[in-house]
């Protein structure tokens, strides 16, 4: 016999495990929706940025110790957006600041 345990979200006694199938279902497809920037073509093209990566557009050093390569979308939010390489630190400093971002991209153009 299963153990009856209270659902994380509802509360009503479950033999599901952390949460009821309700509150299960609707969990994972908040989650899928969450990630829609990372469908079709998204981890190919991530994958080739980081592996051809030479400088940071938004800093514009190099490679750093300790501080991997990550796809940076130029248009935060936006699935289509181009893909720059960034330092991890660079890149969580920048958060989804749009405006700030598309600065710099248009200034590293014209270097």
């Given at each position: 016999?299963?153990?009856?345990?209270?659902?994380?979200d509802c509360r009503c006694l479950s033999a599901?495990?952390?949460?009821?199938?309700?509150?299960?279902?609707?969990?994972?497809?908040?989650?899928?929706a969450g990630r829609a920037h990372y469908r079709g073509d998204y981890r190919k093209r991530a994958a080739e940025v980081r592996a051809t990566a030479t400088i940071c557009w938004l800093c514009g050093e190099g490679a750093i110790n300790g501080d991997p390569w990550?796809?940076?979308?130029?248009?935060?939010?936006?699935?289509?957006s181009i893909l720059l390489p960034a330092h991890r630190s660079c890149n969580s400093r920048r958060g989804d600041a749009k405006g700030r971002r598309a600065?710099?991209?248009?200034?590293?153009?014209?270097?």
């Open positions: 016999m299963a153990i009856m345990r209270p659902c994380l599901n495990g952390s949460r009821c199938q309700t509150c299960a279902g609707r969990r994972e497809a908040g989650r899928a990550t796809a940076d979308h130029v248009q935060p939010g936006d699935p289509e600065e710099a991209y248009t200034s590293m153009e014209k270097r």
